[in-house]
T-cell receptor, first 112, second 118 residues
């Protein structure tokens, strides 16, 4: 019940295309869903986050879509660029607790 | 603004040796964490410290010990390293959990420590 299932494991997209990464969870106590971006040799860095009271959040080319009834959320990267090539992690967290549950990561490669 | 700083960046150990990974944060965060990252496994929590003076086991604590030295520093010790502990280790910190997201609960990571046990 504490897991966050992330797919796909890897993704190859042409420059200018849309990258979509999906995550699913079971625990309805989660109330904060961040996405982290990790470049090789670096630590994960917060990219964008959402709370379940909204269905979508957009920041530039990055959008989180949230489906509370299906317990799923996804990251959309519009107009994908080679510089977006990185590993992306979804995560889930419950306010008032100390634990973040991370997905297993998606390695994105954007071809020039 | 350094954020979360961890040392060393790279380390090679022989089986049975001990070592300590150091971590410090300058964001006045209450909570600190140690994760390990392995291919296909994502980020797994080893230990965390909710606040100064407290530590708790995470998902994969066996073979590790931690010390929350003060509010800024949280160290991870391998007492007798094993090849299974070859991994990338990340220290992280976050504000108090009762602070409402989206800003106060953000978890910030260090740049990682690459550990190889031979």
């Amino acid at each position: 019940q504490q897991q966050v299932k992330q797919s796909p494991q890897s993704l190859i997209v042409q420059k200018g295309g849309i990258s979509i990464i999906n995550c699913a969870y079971e625990n309805t106590a989660f109330d904060y869903f961040p996405w982290y971006q990790q470049f090789p040799g670096k630590g994960p860095a917060l990219l964008i986050a959402i709370r379940p009271d909204v269905s979508e959040k957009k920041e530039g080319r990055f959008t989180i879509s949230f489906n509370k009834s299906a317990k799923q959320f996804s990251l959309h990267i519009m107009d994908s660029q080679p510089g977006d090539s990185a590993t992306y992690f979804c995560a889930a967290h419950t306010s008032g607790t100390y634990k973040y549950i991370f997905g297993t990561g998606t390695r994105l490669k954007v071809l020039a | 603004n350094a954020g979360v700083t961890q040392t060393p960046k790279f380390q090679v150990l022989k089986t049975g040796q001990s070592m300590t990974l150091q971590c410090a944060q300058d964001m006045n965060h209450n909570s600190m964490y140690w994760y390990r990252q392995d291919p296909g496994m994502g980020l797994r929590l080893i230990y965390y410290s909710a606040s100064e003076g407290t530590t708790d086991k995470g998902e994969v604590p066996n073979g590790y010990n931690v010390s929350r030295l003060n509010k800024r520093e949280f160290s991870l010790r391998l007492e007798s390293a094993a090849p299974s502990q070859t991994s990338v280790y990340f220290c992280a910190s976050s504000g108090a959990p009762y602070i409402a997201p989206l800003s106060g609960n953000t978890i910030y990571f260090g740049e990682g420590s690459w550990l190889t046990v031979v």
